[in-house]
């Protein structure tokens, strides 16, 4: 069969409004987990970190939640600006091992003026 | 402070040539990390390397593909030769990993833009 390429899920917010990007993550064994923020034409971009005896952790704008029974990560953003628009990747590995950060396939934020 | 730097930022090249990525990580880092993004398979990790020494090499496609890091300053990713379904972003990566083995934030670099002809 034809291949294809990954497609993005799509949030579209309108500016001002606040944004949450939901991640799932598979292995039970991860311990600490990223946010990045990934603009057209630029790296990956460090947002917001939590470990696992953490549920919920909070920084400018942003705050990460972290729900290890589901195995699953947010990230919301408040009052969302255009500036925001971009590819958010969560990101997983364990503390201690050698694994490196396993990344997700990422969600698209647009933000509509 | 500088981040991680990467040369060359663009790259077209002829099928069969040999390509040179480099990548220089943020002083004071002891892992050094090259990732490829495309769009059929988003972002892998190829190969890292810890205090010099590569620790996980899985992800590199082929013999074709290879990774140095002779120094604490300085990586290179080479492919030889290069083939069109190299054409990709390639990210070095770095990160301070402490003794405890914390969990660790890896810092990107801008990318190196390679299209292969």
């Known amino acids: 069969g034809e291949s294809v390429g990954l497609h993005l899920p799509t949030l579209s917010v309108q500016e001002g409004d606040n944004s949450i990007i939901n991640c799932a993550y598979s292995?039970?064994?991860?311990?600490?987990f990223i946010w990045y923020k990934q603009e057209s034409g630029k790296g990956p971009q460090f947002i917001i970190d939590i470990r696992s005896n953490m549920d919920k952790r909070q920084g400018q704008r942003v705050t990460v939640l972290l729900n290890k029974t589901v195995k699953h990560l947010s990230l919301q953003i408040a009052a969302t600006q255009p500036g925001d628009s971009a590819v958010y990747f969560c990101?997983?590995?364990?503390?201690?091992?050698?694994?490196?950060?396993?990344f997700g396939s990422g969600t698209r934020l647009q933000v509509q003026p | 402070d500088a981040g991680v730097i990467q040369s060359p930022r663009h790259e077209v090249t002829e099928m069969g040539q040999e390509v040179t990525l480099r990548c220089k990580p943020i002083?004071?880092?002891?892992?050094l990390f090259w990732y490829r993004q495309t769009m059929m398979r988003g972002l892998e990790l190829l190969i890292y390397f810890n205090n010099n020494v590569p620790i996980d090499d899985s992800g590199m496609p082929e013999d074709r593909f290879s990774a140095k890091m002779p120094n604490a300053s300085f990586s290179t990713l080479k492919i030889q030769p290069s083939e069109p379904r190299d054409s990709a972003v390639y990210f070095c990566a770095s990160s301070l990993r402490d003794t405890r083995g914390g969990g660790n934030t890896i810092y990107f670099g801008e990318g190196s833009w390679l299209t292969v002809v």
């Open positions: 292995n039970s064994a991860s311990d600490y």
């Open positions: 990101a997983e590995n364990m503390a201690t091992g050698r694994r490196a950060l396993t």
């Open positions: 002083s004071g880092h002891n892992s």
